[in-house]
C-alpha cells in the first residue's frame, strides 16, 4: 500500500489535494498564455462539475454552456447513455488495438455512419478532426495522382501541417512553412474554381459547408456546381463537416441541405466523441480507398495507433443511438431556428446589432458601426485598437452577469458564434435572449461597466503592439 491508496493511485484525492492549482500548473507546464489571457478577459472561473448543457461553479451557481467545447459536447455533458456504454467496454475487458484481427466495434460504428451518409462507402478511424482532414487530403492526392489541393479563405480545416495548408488564417499558418501545395478561393467563387482547375494539377477543394469563422453558409448553389466542375476536372470534393456534421446544422450533415451534393470524402469528429473519447473519421467512396490499399503490401499505407479503439467506437455508436432514439437533429433545427427567428428580431432594435446567421444551432451574431454620434464615436476607438473588441465586450458580460459562456468567432472579427448542445430547447432560449438584450441595453445606454471593460480592453491592445 502506498500513501496515495490500496491501488497505488487515488484520482479524488489528487484532485481534492491539488486541483485549486489548475491555473497555476498550467501556466508552469503547458501553453503559458492561455491562463494569461482567461485572467486578462476575467474567464478563470472553476467549474465543478457539468451536465447537459451546464456548468456549475463551487458556490453551486449554474452557467449556461452555449460553447459545447467547440461542438464537441452535441450530447451535452455526462450524457448517461454515453457514460454507460463506456462503463460496459471497459468492463468487457476486450482484445482491442492487437493489430492482427478486426474487431466487431470498428465495422459496427462504421455502418451507422454510413447509414446517415448515402453515396459513400467505406471509412477510416483516426483520432480528431484534424486527422480526419489529413487522411481526406491523402487520399485525394493519392486518388488522383494530383497534388494541390484549393480550400477557401477563412477557413478552418485545423493545425496539423496538411490541414494547416489549407487554413485560411494567416495567424495561423505564420512560422509554420513551408506548407503543402494549396490555393486559396473565396468561398463561393465559381469563377476562381474554374481558373485553378484548367491548370490541371488540384486534387480537390475541401470545404467547410458553414464555416466556423464567422458563420458565413456557402451560398445557394455553390457546393453543387463546385461539385460538377470538381467532377469534369478529375477532382474530388472534401466536405469537412467536424463542427457541422451530426445534426449541428439541422441536418445529419451541413451539407445536405443543398439537394445534389454528392461529396467525396466527408471529415467528421468532435461530436461523434460524446465529449469523452477523441475520434475522428474520413467517409469516402469505395473507389478512392481501392486507391489506397491498392494491394495488400499498402494494407497499413495509411493507418493510426489508437484509430478505431474499443472506447472511441463505444462512444460513438452510443452517440448515434441516442441521436436517433431522442430525434436530436430534429430538435438543433426547432430550436435553432427558434433562437435565430428571437434574434434577428432584435436587429431593427439595436444599432450595433448588425446581422444573425446561420443554419441550426450554428449561429454568428454580427455587430457593426452603429449610426448615433455617441456610439459611433467609441465604437471608432475599439477598432482602432483592435478589431474584435466590441464582440469581447459582449460575451464577458454574458459571463460575469448572466453566467452563460460564448465565444468570439474568430480574431479580428465582430461576431459571437452560438454551438450550444443539440439538446437545448426554449428554457435555454430564452435565458439567452432575455440575457443578451440586457446586455444590448446596456451597450446602447453609452455607459456602465461594459464601456469600462471596453476601455481596459483598448488598454490592454495598445500594450501589445
Keep these: 500500500m502506498t500513501d496515495d491508496g490500496p491501488e497505488g493511485f487515488d484520482l479524488a484525492r489528487l484532485l481534492a489535494e491539488r486541483g485549486g492549482e489548475r491555473y497555476e500548473l498550467h501556466a508552469r507546464h503547458l501553453n503559458h498564455q492561455l491562463p494569461r489571457m482567461l485572467r486578462t478577459i476575467g474567464f478563470d472561473k472553476v467549474y465543478e462539475r457539468a451536465e447537459g448543457a451546464y456548468f456549475w461553479d463551487a458556490e ?13 459536447m452535441g450530447l451535452g455533458r455526462h450524457h448517461p447513455v454515453v457514460r454507460q456504454a463506456l462503463h460496459d467496454v471497459l468492463d468487457a475487458q476486450l482484445a482491442d488495438l492487437t493489430r492482427f484481427d478486426c474487431q466487431p466495434l470498428p465495422g459496427l460504428l462504421a455502418e451507422r455512419l454510413l447509414a446517415h451518409s448515402p453515396h459513400l462507402d467505406r471509412v477510416f478511424f483516426g ?3 484534424t486527422e480526419a482532414v489529413e487522411a481526406a487530403l491523402k487520399f485525394a492526392r493519392c486518388a488522383t495522382a494530383k497534388p494541390r489541393v484549393l480550400y477557401c479563405d477563412h477557413a478552418f480545416h485545423g ?16 512560422g509554420f512553412g513551408p506548407l503543402l501545395p494549396d490555393t486559396a478561393i473565396a468561398l463561393g467563387d465559381l469563377e476562381a474554381l474554374h481558373r485553378e482547375l484548367k491548370r490541371g494539377d488540384v486534387a480537390a477543394l475541401v470545404v467547410e459547408p458553414v464555416q466556423g469563422k464567422g458563420v458565413h453558409t456557402a451560398p445557394p448553389g455553390f457546393l453543387r456546381q463546385a461539385q460538377e466542375l470538381l467532377h469534369r476536372h478529375q477532382a474530388l470534393l472534401i466536405a469537412d463537416e467536424v463542427q457541422t456534421g451530426l ?11 443543398e439537394e445534389g451534393v454528392e461529396p467525396d470524402l466527408v471529415c467528421v469528429a468532435k461530436a461523434l466523441s460524446g465529449g469523452y473519447v477523441p475520434v475522428g473519421a474520413t467517409l469516402g467512396k469505395d473507389w478512392i480507398f481501392r486507391r489506397v490499399y491498392s494491394s495488400m503490401d499498402r494494407v497499413l499505407v495509411h493507418s493510426a495507433s ?3 479503439n474499443a472506447q472511441a467506437m463505444a462512444a460513438g455508436l452510443a452517440v448515434l443511438a441516442v441521436m436517433e432514439r431522442e430525434g436530436t437533429v430534429a430538435n438543433a433545427r426547432r430550436t435553432g431556428d427558434l433562437l435565430r427567428e428571437r434574434l434577428a428580431a432584435l436587429v431593427d432594435r439595436y444599432e450595433l446589432l448588425h446581422e444573425v446567421r446561420g443554419r441550426g444551432l450554428m449561429i454568428g451574431i454580427e455587430f457593426g458601426r452603429p449610426s448615433s454620434l455617441k456610439l459611433r464615436s467609441r465604437w471608432t476607438v475599439l477598432q482602432a ?4 473588441l466590441f464582440a469581447q465586450m459582449v460575451v464577458a458580460p454574458l459571463l460575469h452577469k448572466h453566467r452563460i459562456l460564448t465565444q468570439v468567432s474568430g480574431d479580428h ?3 459571437i458564434k452560438l454551438i450550444p448542445p443539440l439538446i437545448i430547447g426554449d428554457a435555454e432560449v430564452d435565458r439567452f435572449v432575455t440575457a443578451f438584450t440586457a446586455v444590448m441595453d446596456d451597450a446602447h445606454s453609452g455607459g456602465g461597466l461594459m464601456w469600462d471593460f ?11 503592439r
Design 385 to 388: 485598437a483592435r478589431k474584435g
Design 60 to 72: 453551486g451557481d449554474d452557467y449556461l454552456d452555449m460553447l459545447a467545447g467547440f461542438g464537441v
Design 306 to 308: 489508437f484509430g478505431s
Design 127 to 129: 483520432n480528431s478532426g
Design 159 to 174: 493545425l496539423t501541417t496538411g490541414s494547416l495548408s489549407v487554413n485560411g488564417e494567416s495567424g495561423f499558418r505564420d
Design 454 to 464: 471596453g476601455r481596459t480592453l483598448v488598454k490592454q491592445a495598445a500594450a501589445q
Design 413 to 415: 472579427l465582430e461576431v
Design 247 to 257: 445534426g449541428r446544422t439541422g441536418d445529419f450533415y451541413a451539407y445536405q441541405h
